[in-house]
């Protein structure tokens, strides 16, 4: 008996988005800006590309990235600057896309873990500013002090053009 060949079968590969979006903490931002009147009230539209965009503005976040390779030594890393691009639609509309980070080992992307205190004050303090509500330019604490050295070839925010450096 003559063993066959096997046939060759290609893996399907594994589409992973670049890119994450938060609408859970919608409710969250929202009792960020209780304190002053927003009107009309702002509203978190899901869709990236839905509707036209009328400002957006590039800032950073704080949070940790796990590396789900099991064949990977890095488990994982925290960051204090990952991107997010924060959106302004028209009628109170936004949106904000966070930007992942690719392992430093084996090149894939990490699984985010948001710090929610950093993303809920970056847009809250946005939508403020988009509002006319005047105030400081607060100081980011993670931004600031410390950290790794951002790699900007592992980070696509920087792919995408979204970091400020």
């Not at 992973?16 to 609408?23: G, H, K, L, R, S």
């Not at 950073?60 to 990952?82: A, E, H, L």
């Not at 948001?114 to 980011?140: I, T």
Request: charged letters at 25%; hydrophobic letters at 30%.
């Amino acid at each position: 008996m003559v063993p066959t060949a096997k046939r060759y079968k290609p893996k399907a590969q594994r589409y992973e988005e670049t890119t994450a979006m938060f609408p859970s903490l919608h409710e969250d931002v929202m009792n960020a800006l209780a304190e002053c009147s927003i009107v009309p009230e702002p509203w978190f539209n899901n869709n990236e590309t839905d509707g036209t965009v009328m400002e957006d503005y590039s800032t950073f976040v704080m949070g940790r990235f796990d590396c789900r390779n099991q064949k990977c030594p890095q488990r994982g890393w925290s960051s204090k600057k990952i991107a997010i691009c924060i959106r302004r639609f028209p009628n109170s509309g936004y949106n904000a896309t966070v930007y992942k980070q690719r392992c430093k080992s084996c090149d894939r992307l990490g699984t985010l873990r948001l710090d929610d205190n950093s993303y809920v004050e970056r847009v809250a303090y946005r939508l403020k500013k988009w509002a006319g509500v005047p105030m400081e330019m607060p100081l980011y604490r993670g931004i600031i002090s410390g950290g790794p050295p951002h790699m900007f070839e592992l980070c696509e925010g920087c792919k995408a053009g979204r970091c400020q450096g």
